[in-house]
């Protein structure tokens, strides 16, 4: 998830960068989060990684509990489901599609289609 500015954590341990590739990665480190309702809420240490976008010239901070992971595939991760949010922003827009009434791949898939024979119908009109 992204860190919102608002939420306060100290920092526990630097963790190295990748070597040579992979320059948009400005950190990685161990965080544990210090306000007591977010402290309550999730006591354990999160990862942070800090990336560049060079697309639009930002930092991003994405925190995660996933241990397992690098920070290059935190990264990559974050690329790929923020490149799917913006397929479904454009495909709501498009097909006049409000909100999917299911999360299952068949309800998603039933819905799209549906949309798209209906927007095909309303032209013909």
């Given at each position: 998830m992204l860190l919102k500015k608002s939420i306060k954590y100290?920092?526990?341990k630097e963790l190295p960068l990748p070597e040579d590739k992979d320059e948009h990665i400005l950190k990685d480190e161990i965080i544990r989060l210090?306000?007591?309702d977010t402290?309550?809420?999730?006591?354990e240490n999160l990862n942070r990684v800090v990336i560049y976008d060079d697309e639009k010239n930002r930092i991003i901070e994405v925190i995660t509990n996933n241990f397992s992971w690098t920070a290059s595939m935190i990264a990559e991760?974050?690329?790929q489901r923020w490149r799917i949010e913006i397929?479904?922003?454009?495909?709501?827009?498009?097909?006049?599609?409000?909100s999917f009434i299911g999360i299952s791949e068949d309800a998603m898939?039933?819905?799209?289609?549906?949309?798209?024979v209906s927007a095909i119908i309303l032209k013909k009109q």
């Open positions: 100290e920092h526990v210090t306000e007591e402290k309550e809420l999730y006591p991760l974050y690329k397929f479904f922003q454009e495909l709501k827009q498009h097909l006049k599609i409000k898939w039933l819905q799209f289609w549906t949309a798209v």
